[in-house]
């Protein structure tokens, strides 16, 4: 008897992190019902599009997606953020077979079943155990939680995604283990706001070994830091309770690295943004945190040109950026998001003073990055490796998350292998890469 062709999906994931860990997760379940993954739009019996809609220009990136997912193949099923408000894409698209919201798993599979069965072969329908990844083998994004408590102004995200809602411990420890144990050397922890995991479950124990676990950022990032794999933590808003972490990363227990939201550094700006923490003292723990640990690494992201941002406002920001000496930066010029509160404010920005405040903040943050980095030349840093090459590879230090930060750029008289982990010694630096040479394996 022959067998039927199994069905084929091509795939889209667009947005962050937390998007792609929920593609992840549809992914993983279509291939345990037997479907397969196509390359191309046309060659796939139907495409799903996993959106973005935070800011206007994320939409367009995915009402775009789908307009070609339509035109190449003609079954699209949507989910994803944008998929929560979704009179935009059924007035686009009109013939779209079905629009979700994030994390709706079941519904983007039901909508999958009805458009196409699957054809279950019970010798292929098989999974590897830390399911289907959309990262590289040797490193992967752990979700620790779904949704945000947390009202900024200027962001819809909890309209979207709903209120904090934890995993348990034992759950999120479960997974990293099985990363780790099927090869993967680096975590990346995530979620809409990393340091408040818990809140919303009072912090609850359970199982795991021979020991109880309480759904608090320390501790969680304690039991992580015990598994072998480097683990960085991002998106974690600076709670006094994040002093706790930085023994860990002292300890060698997680990366000496933060990923902290700060978005502004103008007391006036923050309290128009509704920014969670407390964060006039911010310039004092940063010192404090750094004296610490020496190696710490921090990456921020900032918006420039939201509403009622004055010069001084601005200037503030800048002499606050070259005192904090944050290593890595990412800047956004304000975009009104519709549903957002900030549209309310009034005292727009004109876009041409946006893009000069854009510039500036950029070209200093680049001096501040170059400055940092120079300070590593001479020394000898442990980096990953991304890509191979033939005499020079590619890869990233403690300090460098994938896809946002720098990279490390290795010669080796030996070939090297993607996921190895080797000490370089670092001969020179530009404004966000370093260039050395491997030293040790």
Request: hydrophobic content about 40%; aromatic content about 8%; overall charge neutral.
């Amino acid at each position: 008897m022959q067998q039927a062709a199994a069905p084929k999906v091509s795939f889209v994931s667009l947005g962050c992190p937390k998007a792609l860990v929920d593609s992840e997760r549809i992914i993983t379940r279509l291939r345990a019902e037997g479907y397969e993954l196509a390359r191309k739009h046309d060659g796939a019996d139907l495409v799903i599009v996993n959106t973005c809609g935070f800011l206007d220009s994320a939409k367009q990136e995915s009402l775009g997606a789908i307009g070609e997912a339509m035109a190449e193949n003609g079954k699209v099923i949507v989910t994803g953020c944008m998929g929560a408000e979704p009179e935009q894409i059924e007035a686009a698209y009109p013939g779209v077979l079905s629009i979700t919201g994030p994390q709706q798993y079941e519904s983007v599979l039901d909508a999958v079943h009805r458009a196409l069965p699957p054809v279950h072969n019970p010798h292929l329908d098989l999974l590897p155990p830390q399911g289907i990844k959309l990262t590289p083998r040797h490193y992967a994004y752990l979700k620790i939680s779904e949704g945000c408590n947390n009202r900024c102004s200027f962001c819809i995200i909890p309209k979207l995604r709903g209120d904090l809602v934890s995993r348990p411990a034992n759950d999120v420890l479960r997974e990293a283990e099985k990363l780790v144990t099927a090869g993967v050397k680096e975590l990346l922890v995530i979620s809409q706001d990393t340091s408040a995991y818990g809140v919303d479950i009072k912090y609850a124990a359970s199982a795991w070994k021979d020991r109880e676990v309480r759904a608090r950022f320390f501790d969680l990032a304690k039991e992580l830091g015990e598994l072998g794999a480097w683990v960085r933590l991002q998106y974690v808003y600076p709670y006094p309770h994040v002093d706790e972490v930085i023994g860990l990363m002292t300890q060698g227990k997680v990366l000496p690295y933060l990923d902290i939201p700060f978005q502004h550094a103008s007391p006036e700006i923050l309290k128009a943004m509704k920014r969670p923490a407390a964060q006039d003292k911010t310039l004092a723990r940063i010192k404090q945190w750094r004296e610490q640990c020496p190696d710490l690494t921090l990456r921020s992201t900032f918006i420039v040109g939201f509403p009622g941002e004055t010069d001084s406002d601005f200037a503030y920001l800048l002499d606050w950026l070259e005192e904090a000496e944050i290593d890595r930066v990412g800047c956004f010029k304000y975009e009104p998001v519709a549903g957002a509160p900030s549209n309310a404010l009034g005292n727009a920005v004109p876009d041409a003073i946006k893009q000069e405040r854009w510039n500036a903040l950029m070209a200093r943050q680049q001096k501040i990055s170059a400055r940092r980095l120079k300070r590593k030349v001479g020394t000898r840093q442990q980096v990953i490796i991304d890509e191979v090459g033939p005499t020079v590879s590619k890869g990233r230090s403690k300090a460098d998350a994938p896809g946002i930060d720098g990279a490390v750029y290795v010669s080796s008289r030996r070939p090297l292998r993607t996921g190895e982990i080797v000490t370089a010694k670092i001969e020179r630096a530009d404004q966000y890469d370093l260039h050395g040479s491997v030293a040790g394996f």
